[in-house]
């Protein structure tokens, strides 16, 4: 979805606001629509009466869009009801949240249940989502809250207490005892993150670990499994990572069917436990075994240590006590290591980041956090398939600075975890957004160019093979991957597959040793060479067909307005202007122009209008011509065609040759404004671009007078500045 400068920026410049004044932590949660849950609370409770949310009321555009929305007979008998009109005595938590509160209803997100089983595992974790403090007795209101990690920042959602009902049962997520509400009314707070309950409808249980914790994932297929798989899993739930599992099913058709041993395809499962026990007949062997669980609360495996099997019969008491092992329908069982990996085709493991983490001798990640955007016909650049235009998609900086403490195999380098996660596509399904393409490549930076920040150019890209990328591009919401490099200055490309795709990003970088990333930023500079005017004997014949014409119109004008000072002076209005400017430039038939609007002529006076009449001088309207040369020069060199514009990501290079350095933001701006729908900016927009570039450039030179690269200016100021630019 495209944003507006004044939209997108703006906001964009609040949320950097917000980050130095420390919103978004988790101390200091961001407000989901501005919403405060404590002031909210304690209005309503003044007022003695329930909370009801605005933002996501109980109706149909909160259910959904689609299969939930208006035209569906889905939803046609649903009626959103408090927990105090579904049962007796509702508790928020009762003896505590563990994941057999969490049963799957009438909604596709068993990936979301998974992880929130998952979580039940790590109290920190779990209580950081859902604040305990919330009950239906003391203090209530008909308001809950719940924290989750949206993009970089901790973000506090606030919801009323109404959720979906058909016959008095809630649809969607419930708990195993009746009268319990967190794992509901948390999938209600997380389906208003996204915008409706049918937003939530299929996905990766990856996804919602990282939202519950700003962890990251890493993924293993089992037929691509490290040896030293088990020891992953035993040594991540040990460190508190969330782990979640899953069969792929190559029949779209046939996804969430069930096997005959029980297990379900296309079907998402939490890893809750992994565990060794041994056996009364293998005395000197140890099984490795492997707990899991179904989000529905049932339907369980039926193979070997499954829970009535009997190989639990071969176990003493006390073992069983260790594996807490039970025979019931609740959606959890117990398999051998073996058969796991048999059955499952891949893992998921996210790994959480050193605020998740409470006990110091973890090992814990360094973590860097950037955030990007890809813009159509600006940085929207595609894969390296497309050698034009992939040089300019955003590039950040990786430095490698100290090697890893305890290398495997011998192999010194410096271990690290790339993780590129596009941003609000789920939200935007309603509008018809699906995930793009997305994947990244990792380029060695020559050391000749260490320390420099410019944006690598198209030729580097030509004649250097990245040193590392993710294993493919691929349509998921997040590409993760891990890496082993020599310690050193790289450059870091993200990418959608196809060009001209645009979408936000964050993409982030978890090392085990000290290391940097940021996003390449060009210093933002301008040069101003004053071009010397040409005396009378070095006048071009070009040159004299202006002063000609300059003298023709002013002149006419003089003797129409003979009384007026300024014209006797000689000087022109921005219409005469126009005309003195679009005489010449189209007799350049290269430039395929119709020639100059008035607004430009207008930008151009501004520019050039020292004295404030609003009007140019003969020696002002030289100066402006000289530039105008110029800039002709590099746009003829970048239109070589000769089609009359040139491609909005060749901008920056002309940009650059114009004597301006600016930053991606900038860049992204002048696309939105100065090219078309085809992503060609012309003639005249070039000019535009290039005259008020060097406008603002000059004003806030003038006003910087202690030359720090910062000005203060009153509403006044800013106001006649950008009003006249």
């Not at 914790?213 to 020891?231: C, I, N, S």
Request: hydrophobic share 35%; with cysteine.
């Amino acid at each position: 979805m495209p944003y507006t400068p004044s939209g997108f920026f703006c906001d964009r410049l609040i949320r950097e606001r917000e980050r130095r004044d420390g919103e978004g932590s988790l101390n200091k949660p961001i407000r989901f629509n501005g919403q405060d849950y404590n002031v909210l609370r304690q209005e309503y409770l003044q007022r003695k009466s329930l909370f009801e949310d605005d933002s996501f009321p109980a109706t149909v555009e909160s259910l959904g869009f689609k299969e939930l929305g208006h035209k569906s007979n889905k939803v046609k008998n649903i009626v959103w009801k408090r927990p105090k009109e579904i049962c007796e005595n509702p508790q928020f938590i009762v003896g505590g949240a563990s994941r057999t509160d969490i049963c799957q209803g009438d909604l596709g997100d068993c990936w979301l249940l998974a992880a929130i089983a998952c979580l039940t595992l790590n109290e920190k974790l779990l209580y950081r989502v859902v604040p305990q403090e919330q009950s239906f007795s003391e203090g209530y209101g008909g308001i809950f809250h719940f924290q989750f990690w949206r993009y970089g920042d901790w973000v506090d959602v606030v919801i009323d207490d109404r959720i979906p009902t058909f016959n008095n049962q809630l649809v969607f997520t419930k708990s195993a005892e009746r009268n319990e509400f967190w794992s509901a009314l948390l999938e209600k707070a997380y389906a208003k993150l996204h915008g409706s309950y049918e937003a939530l409808k299929g996905g990766n249980t990856t996804e919602a670990m990282e939202d519950f914790t700003g962890g990251v994932t890493e993924f293993y297929e089992m037929k691509e499994a490290p040896k030293e798989l088990y020891k992953i899993m035993k040594k991540a739930l040990e460190r508190g990572s969330l782990m979640g599992c899953s069969i792929d099913s190559l029949v779209p058709a046939r996804f969430e069917t069930r096997t005959v041993t029980g297990l379900v395809k296309g079907h998402a499962y939490s890893v809750t436990a992994v565990e060794e026990c041994r056996p009364s007949q293998h005395k000197d062997a140890k099984v490795r075994l492997v707990r899991l669980r179904n989000p529905w609360g049932q339907v369980e495996w039926n193979g070997p240590w499954s829970d009535n099997s009997k190989e639990w019969a071969t176990l003493s008491k006390a073992e069983k006590e260790k594996l807490q092992h039970q025979s019931a329908e609740d959606g959890e069982f117990w398999m051998s290591f073996e058969d796991f990996k048999k059955n499952y085709t891949k893992i998921e493991i996210c790994n959480l980041t050193p605020d998740a983490l409470e006990d110091d001798k973890i090992h814990k990640w360094t973590v860097s956090v950037n955030e990007g955007r890809w813009v159509r016909g600006c940085s929207a650049g595609g894969c390296r398939n497309y050698p034009d235009t992939f040089w300019t998609n955003p590039q950040y900086r990786l430095r490698l600075l100290e090697e890893d403490d305890d290398p495997e195999d011998n192999e010194v380098g410096c271990t690290f975890v790339v993780a590129l996660m596009q941003k609000n596509r789920r939200k935007e399904r309603k509008m018809g957004a699906n995930l793009f393409t997305i994947g990244f490549a990792i380029y060695e930076v020559p050391k000749e160019m260490h320390g420099n920040k410019q944006h690598m150019q198209k030729d580097f890209f030509l004649f250097s093979s990245s040193k590392a990328r993710c294993k493919s591009y691929i349509n998921l919401r997040e590409v993760t991957q891990r890496f082993r490099l020599s310690p050193g200055e790289y450059v870091i490309v993200p990418s959608t597959y196809e060009p001209h795709q645009e979408g936000e990003f964050i993409l982030r970088v978890f090392s085990e040793k000290r290391n940097t990333s940021e996003e390449i930023e060009n210093r933002i500079e301008a040069d101003h060479p004053v071009p010397a005017p040409a005396s009378a004997g070095e006048e071009s014949e070009e040159d004299q067909q202006f002063r000609t014409i300059f003298q023709e119109i002013a002149g006419d004008v003089r003797t129409a307005r003979r009384t007026n000072k300024h014209f006797c002076d000689m000087e022109i209005t921005a219409n005469e202007l126009k005309n003195v400017l679009n005489r010449v430039i189209t007799k350049h038939k290269d430039l395929n122009t119709e020639g100059f609007s008035l607004e430009s002529c207008r930008s151009m006076i501004a520019l050039m209008d020292m004295d404030g009449t609003g009007r140019l001088n003969l020696q002002e309207f030289r100066h402006l011509w000289n530039k105008i040369k110029q800039w002709q020069g590099i746009f003829k060199h970048y239109n070589a065609d000769q089609s009359g514009s040139i491609n909005s990501y060749e901008m920056r290079n002309a940009v650059n040759d114009a004597g301006f350095r600016l930053n991606n933001q900038l860049y992204d701006i002048i696309t939105m404004r100065y090219a078309n729908e085809n992503m060609n900016i012309d003639f005249d927009s070039f000019i535009s671009c290039l005259v008020r570039l060097e406008a603002m450039f000059r004003a806030f030179q003038a006003f910087d007078q202690d030359g720090d690269g910062t000005i203060r200016l009153s509403v006044l100021e800013w106001l006649q500045l950008t009003m006249y630019a």
